[in-house]
């Protein structure tokens, strides 16, 4: 069964950072794409970020290209997320993603049959 245990997030000023990291178990093998989304109270979940494992090719929405780095290491099973220059936007409930499918991987309409992770809080103060 697998398993994404995210962690990493909490309160934080405007301009300060944040790291997510996203432990994976029960994968049955190496995932093809993996990511992050988010989700704000009274909006649709969209996605953050995402990588293509095997290229470390990566998607970044356009709200948070040069802000948000996303990594991943594959010795540790897990997938980071370096936030910096968190503004209030950003606030939301952060999920992580990972698709054993390349499709959709490096479009903004999401990842192909994903399992999830149960989320945590960001949440940024003006």
């Known amino acids: 069964q697998v398993q994404l245990v995210e962690s990493g997030g909490g309160s934080v000023q405007a301009g300060g950072s944040l790291r997510l990291s996203c432990a994976a178990s029960g994968l049955p093998d190496i995932p093809a794409c993996m990511g992050w989304f988010r989700q704000a109270p009274g909006k649709e979940r969209e996605k953050v970020t995402s990588i293509v494992i095997l290229t470390n090719t990566t998607y970044y929405a356009d709200s948070v290209k040069g802000r948000f780095t996303i990594s991943r290491d594959n010795a540790k099973n897990t997938l980071d997320l370096e936030m910096n220059s968190l503004q209030p936007e950003d606030s939301a409930m952060y999920y992580c993603?990972?698709?054993?499918?390349?499709?959709?991987?490096?479009?903004?309409?999401?990842?192909?049959?994903?399992?999830w992770g149960q989320g945590t809080q960001v949440t940024v103060s003006s």
């Open positions: 993603a990972a698709s054993r499918y390349i499709g959709g991987c490096l479009l903004q309409r999401g990842m192909t049959d994903p399992s």
